[in-house]
C-alpha cells in the first residue's frame, strides 16, 4: 500500500475505531475508487475492531428513483454511519445532490495514490489532530509546478494589491502566501516607506521553497507559520493580504479572529482569489451554496463577529476580493 494512503486510512482508522458498532460509506471519485479506498480503509482498522463493516457504495436509487445517484446525496449521517466523500472523478457527476455536503469525511482523491484528508467534522476529530499534516501533505505536492500552472495570475495580485491601499511605510502580512506571487506588488507599495516591511507566511516549506527559489525572499521575509497561529504581536500588521486562505480553514470564524488580533485598529483586510467563487467551485466539480463562507451574506457576518467591518465584495469571473477594516 502507498505510503500516503496508509497513513490518511491509519489516521481515520484511529479516529472511527473507537466508535464501534459503526458503519462506513465511501463514495465519489472516478469508477471503482470507492471500492479500492473502503478495501485500504478496511484493512486499517486493528483485528480487535470488527464491530463495524466498510462498503462502497455507488448507483444507490434517489428520490428521484434515479439509479445514478451518489449514496451521500441519499443518505443522512447517523450515530451509527460515517460518510465518506471521495472529491474526484468526472467533475458535477452528484452535484445536484451535492453529497460532499452531507459525508463527516471528504478527502482529496484526485490522485488515487496520494489521497488527503480535506475535512473532517468536529465531532470526530479536532482540527489539530488532522489539519496542519493533511493540509501540508495537499499543498506540497502542488507546490513546484504551481507558479507554471498559475503563472497568468500574477497581474491579478497586483491589480488585487492596489485595490487593497497598501501605502509606503505599510507593515503588510501575506497570511497563506504560498510561492509568494503577491509579496513583489505587496514590496513595491509598502517598501517605499522607510518603516516598510513585508512579511509572507505559510505552512508548507515546500511552499516556501518554491518562493525562495522564485527569488521572492529578496523583498520579504519568509517564515513557515499556521494561519491560526501567527507568530507575531498584537496589531503588528496594517494590512493583512490573504489570498485562497479563508475557505481552506477548518473554522473561519477562529481565523478570522486571529488575522484580527494580528491587526491594528483601522487596518485592512484583503481576502482575494485570482477566479469567481462560481468558476472556482466549477473547477472542483461542485456548486456553490449560500451557506459557504465566502458568500456574501455569510462573510459579512463572519467578519463582524471577528472584529471587522465589511465595505466591499466583489465577486466576478476573474477575481474575488473582499476588503474589510479592523474595528
Known amino acids: ?20 458498532p459503526l458503519t462506513v460509506i465511501v463514495d465519489g471519485g472516478n469508477p471503482g475508487a470507492a471500492a479500492a479506498f473502503a478495501s485500504c480503509l478496511a ?10 463493516s466498510i462498503d462502497a457504495v455507488l448507483g444507490v436509487t434517489g428520490p428521484g428513483g434515479g439509479l445514478s445517484d451518489s449514496a451521500l446525496n441519499v443518505l443522512e449521517p447517523a450515530t451509527d454511519r460515517i460518510l465518506v466523500f471521495l472529491r474526484g472523478g468526472p467533475r458535477h457527476r452528484f452535484a445536484e445532490g451535492d453529497g460532499e455536503r452531507r459525508a463527516q469525511v471528504v478527502i482529496d482523491h484526485r490522485d488515487p495514490e496520494w489521497p488527503v484528508i480535506r475535512h473532517l467534522h468536529p465531532d470526530l476529530a479536532d482540527p489539530d489532530r488532522w489539519y496542519l499534516t493533511e493540509s501540508r501533505a495537499f499543498f506540497a505536492a502542488k ?14 495580485y497586483t491589480e488585487a494589491v492596489r485595490l ?6 505599510d507593515v503588510v502580512l501575506d497570511v497563506g502566501c504560498g510561492t509568494g506571487r503577491a509579496l513583489p506588488s505587496l514590496a513595491a507599495a509598502a517598501a517605499a516607506g522607510p518603516a516598510g516591511r513585508v512579511i509572507g507566511l505559510d505552512f508548507t516549506p515546500d511552499m ?36 485562497g486562505l479563508v475557505h481552506h480553514l477548518p473554522d473561519p470564524a477562529a481565523g478570522l479572529t486571529e488575522l484580527a488580533r494580528a491587526t491594528r485598529p483601522g487596518g485592512t483586510l484583503a481576502i482575494f482569489q485570482p477566479t469567481g467563487r462560481a468558476q472556482l467551485a466549477a473547477r472542483h466539480g461542485r456548486t456553490l451554496r449560500p451557506d459557504e463562507p465566502m458568500s456574501e451574506d455569510r462573510l459579512g457576518t463572519l467578519l463582524a463577529e471577528s472584529g471587522w467591518q465589511l465595505n466591499s465584495y466583489v465577486d466576478v469571473p476573474d477575481r474575488f476580493l ?6
Open 43 to 52: 484493512a486499517a482498522f486493528p483485528s480487535s475492531s470488527r464491530a463495524w
Open 208 to 243: 516556501l521553497d518554491t518562493a525562495r527559489k522564485a527569488g521572492r525572499d529578496q523583498c520579504a521575509d519568509l517564515v513557515l507559520a499556521d494561519a491560526r497561529r501567527l507568530p507575531v504581536a498584537d496589531a503588528t500588521a496594517d494590512v493583512i493580504f490573504a489570498a
Open 322 to 327: 473582499a476588503l474589510a477594516t479592523r474595528h
Open 1 to 20: 500500500m502507498p505510503e500516503r494512503i496508509a497513513e490518511v486510512t491509519a489516521l481515520l482508522a484511529e479516529v472511527l475505531a473507537p466508535r464501534a
Open 143 to 156: 507546490a513546484t509546478d504551481w507558479d507554471t500552472k498559475f503563472g497568468d495570475d500574477i497581474p491579478r
Open 164 to 169: 487593497a491601499g497598501v501605502q509606503p511605510g
